[in-house]
């Protein structure tokens, strides 16, 4: 089982939407490590690491989004392990302060 590491970037209507409290639930209910949070734009950031299929299903929720959420955009790339060292000490998935 390959195993993936994935930063995504969600822009449309994600911020007041408890977008970022799916992402943490999704997350966790897949056992994924790593981080989420707005940003002043109004987008939200996270990043995924885990087993390549569970990430790939993360992100395909992502896309979707909590039903009062509206997804315009989602960009997705492979990230650097270092990316991890966001998260709050001994969490494996952290909801992150607002940059």
Not at 59 to 84: H, K, T, Y
């Amino acid at each position: 089982m390959s195993k993936a590491i994935r930063h995504v970037a969600i822009t449309g209507w994600v911020q007041g939407v408890g977008y970022r409290a799916f992402v943490d639930h999704e997350a966790r209910s897949r056992a994924l490590e790593g981080w989420v949070r707005n940003r002043r734009d109004g987008s939200v950031e996270a990043l995924f690491a885990g087993p390549a299929e569970m990430v790939a299903a993360m992100i395909a929720a992502c896309r979707r989004g909590p039903s009062s959420a509206r997804v315009e955009a989602l960009q997705d790339e492979a990230a650097n392990p270092d990316m991890l060292k966001l998260r709050e000490a001994g969490e494996r998935f952290s909801v992150l302060p607002t940059i």
